[in-house]
């Protein structure tokens, strides 16, 4: 297995642009989670989802946007890219049936937003 | 919703040494509660974790403790060693979905 891979790793914005950061998981879990890693700081929930075509929003959904059309894909739309959302976005993803709720996180992906 | 609260931001100890994280949370309804280690450049990795009807729970040098009355619950690592040196964040699950809300980490530094 996979387990959770993102796309890309890196990327650079100019503000005002989008991009979606791909997430996507072969461990067929029901709920997948994006989180963002400011410098220096801890994990802040952003979206997360309990399954194909239902989402919530976590801590700080302002400025983003996400779909769950299959089990294993979770994407995170960014629109109108501002210099805030300069950060490192993890995926992730567990199980209800699986080992507590263990959460899986993906590498990362590294925005920039100038 | 939950708060959970995580000091010391920075601790250095010397190789050997123990050293104690500790974190407080908010929501009395919370039930598992897991700690991750996150290397520099990488991504968080579960070291230990446990539950709200466990007050202790130990693995090889890492354990640990829960205080329900109290809402309070420390990771301890003892005899630490140079490779134990990361950024370790605590977390509480809130039920819905089993989203886990995220302390603010403590970066341990490990000297030889």
């Known amino acids: 297995n996979a387990g959770v891979t993102q796309t890309p790793k890196f990327r650079i914005l100019k503000i005002g642009q989008s991009m979606t950061l791909q997430c996507t998981q072969d461990?067929?879990?029901?709920?997948m989670y994006w989180y963002r890693q400011d410098p220096g700081m801890g994990l802040k929930l952003i979206y997360y989802s309990v399954g194909a075509g239902i989402t919530d929003k976590g801590e700080v959904p302002n400025g983003y946007n996400v779909s769950r059309s299959t089990t294993e894909d979770f994407p995170l739309r960014l629109e109108l890219a501002a210099p805030s959302q300069t950060s490192v976005y993890f995926c992730?993803?567990?199980?209800?049936?699986?080992?507590?709720?263990?959460?899986?996180f993906g590498p990362g992906t590294r925005l920039t937003v100038t | 919703g939950e708060n959970v609260e995580q000091h010391p931001s920075t601790l250095s100890v010397q190789e050997g040494d123990s050293a104690v994280i500790k974190c407080t949370y908010s929501d009395s309804a919370s039930n598992y509660f897991p700690w991750y280690k996150q290397e520099l450049g990488k991504r968080p990795q579960l070291i230990i974790d446990?539950?709200?009807?466990?007050g202790e729970k130990k693995d090889q040098r890492i354990a640990v403790t829960l205080n329900k009355t109290a809402k309070h619950f420390s990771l301890h690592i003892t005899e630490t060693q140079p490779e134990d040196s990361a950024v370790y964040f605590c977390a509480g699950r809130n039920n819905q979905g089993g989203k886990l809300i995220f302390g603010q980490g403590t970066e341990l530094s490990v000297k030889p």
């Open positions: 992730a993803s567990s199980s209800p049936s699986g080992r507590l709720n263990e959460q899986y």
């Open positions: 446990i539950r709200s009807n466990v």
């Open positions: 461990m067929n879990h029901n709920y």
